[in-house]
């Protein structure tokens, strides 16, 4: 919301208007600057406070504060005051039907007696009866050079309270610190900059610690993870056609380099436990941006139309959030086509498109799957993603570096074993596979209270049935249709 956009709404003929947020004390400010250097009669009516005037309204005589919802509309339309009307927090009132008719009364009489209702509230839904008469507005968020100029006045803040102390910091930091706060309200994007603040500090290790206040104040945990931890590409074996494709694109996205076409995603499909996963995190990781996995099975909701609704706010938090990465685990199961769901998935397919297509913020997608055959064929043209990845099998090099990862990831020394062999030996085992046989091993040396050996890890292998050998058919079948329809990604 700015004075323009208020103007223009209180101007026109609409009587009830609706404004959503959280950040109230700034949304009263704005309203009654604008009402008192308009000269326009105004209330301001809560619950606890009861029925106030604004600037040019007139007092209310005693007796007539009128603390119930019900007692100051009868008021207001009793007495036919002309001139506009605050009401905060009416939304738990909007279920009785004396209400919702009180209110369609004041609208409807609003055009003789020039009288109109704002409704504020962080949330509110409107009865269908009273939302074809209504306009919804929205506080409009801190530019960049607003937000440079709160870090400004929270340093200054912070200075005088520190012996006039400065706050140490760089150019390049307080620019990232400025795209991190992007989309959020004043309110909460003063909470961060005191956060970032506290030490006296600011660097390249704050980042992280304000992503994540950041995504904890917009109240999307349940659909919407922040992963805390992401990885780094030398944690990630073999993937060279993938590394060398991100290397590429790494300053495009970040924004170091300007261009029309941003970086927009990947998918990634394959076998399972061939490292998808952690390609995700390793992207979030070399970029240095927040990792946001969505939750497909929290999307579902058993009421029409809520699942829809959970996925666009969880579009619209990754937007808010980016530049990030949003990682959509296992998305077939999400989107497949099922006689059974009431055509929920096409709705969601339908919603995850138009913000593919229509998007401008720096999210990138990174999509994983375990069976491509399943996702619809309109996500699959070209456009959709930037690039399709297939995750093989691992070869016999890149078997050595993940043991050797792996190894070295539980502080055993991988020149200590015989890579070469066991890498051999494990012709057909998807990383998690190999993973798993030095977790077996290790509980068997500590059993035996020994050290892990060559020997142990050979005993798992050869207890393991790998996936390729268990789903013979369907894995043989992935491979050859992935030959000529993607990039392989190792």
């Not at 620019?175 to 994007?189: C, F, I, S, T, Y």
């Not at 619809?376 to 043209?381: S, V």
Request: net charge negative; with cysteine; aromatic share 8%.
């Amino acid at each position: 919301m700015n004075i323009n956009d208020l103007s223009s709404i209180l101007a026109s003929s609409i009587n009830l208007i609706v404004l959503e947020t959280y950040d109230e004390p700034r949304a009263l400010s704005l309203l009654q600057e604008f009402l008192t250097n308009n000269n326009t009669p105004a209330w301001t009516w809560s619950i606890t406070d009861g029925f106030l005037p604004v600037g040019f309204g007139v007092l209310p005589k005693e007796g007539e504060h009128y603390y119930q919802a019900e007692q100051v509309l009868a008021h207001i339309k009793t007495k036919r005051l002309q001139g506009v009307f605050i009401l905060k927090d009416l939304h738990p009132y909007l279920d009785e039907p004396k209400v919702v008719r009180l209110i369609k009364d004041i609208v409807m009489q609003g055009a003789q007696v020039d009288q109109k209702l704002i409704l504020l509230s962080h949330e509110l839904s409107l009865p269908t009866e009273l939302g074809r008469y209504a306009a919804s507005i929205s506080m409009s968020l801190p530019t960049d050079d607003e937000i440079l100029g709160l870090v400004r006045d929270e340093a200054s803040a912070w200075s005088r309270k520190h012996n006039n102390r400065r706050i140490k910091t760089d150019n390049e930091t307080l620019d990232k610190l400025v795209a991190n706060l992007r989309g959020m309200p004043h309110m909460d994007v003063r909470k961060l900059i005191r956060g970032a603040l506290a030490d006296g500090v600011i660097t390249e290790t704050d980042l992280p610690d304000v992503s994540k206040a950041k995504f904890e104040l917009m109240n999307m945990d349940g659909v919407l993870h922040f992963e805390y931890s992401t990885a780094k590409m030398a944690d990630v074996a073999g993937f060279h056609n993938l590394k060398q494709w991100l290397s590429t694109r790494r300053d495009y996205f970040i924004g170091s380099v300007e261009a029309k076409d941003k970086p927009k995603g990947v998918l990634l499909f394959g076998v399972q436990g061939g490292g998808k996963s952690l390609a995700a995190k390793a992207i979030a990781g070399v970029w240095s941006v927040p990792l946001l996995r969505l939750d497909v099975g929290a999307l579902y909701n058993k009421f029409i139309g809520e699942t829809e609704r959970n996925l666009r706010d969880a579009l619209k938090m990754a937007d808010t959030m980016a530049p990030c990465v949003l990682w959509f685990d296992e998305m077939e199961k999400g989107l497949a086509k099922s006689d059974s769901d009431a055509g929920v998935s096409q709705r969601l397919m339908a919603t995850l498109l138009t913000w593919m297509a229509e998007r401008k913020s720096r999210v990138f997608m990174v999509a994983t799957s375990n069976n491509i055959h399943e996702l619809p064929p309109e996500l699959m043209r070209k456009g959709r993603f930037d690039e399709t990845f297939f995750v093989d099998l691992p070869d016999e090099k890149m078997r050595e570096e993940i043991f050797s990862i792996h190894l070295h990831g539980r502080e055993l020394e991988p020149d200590r074993f015989d890579l070469k062999v066991l890498a051999k030996i494990t012709d057909g085992y998807t990383g998690a596979e190999i993973e798993q046989s030095i977790i077996a091993a290790t509980y068997s040396a500590a059993a035996r209270k020994t050290a892990v050996t060559d020997f142990l890890i050979k005993q798992a292998i050869r207890k393991t049935r790998p996936l390729s050998v268990m789903m013979a058919e369907q894995v043989t079948q992935l491979r050859m249709w992935a030959q000529d329809r993607a990039v392989l990604a190792n």
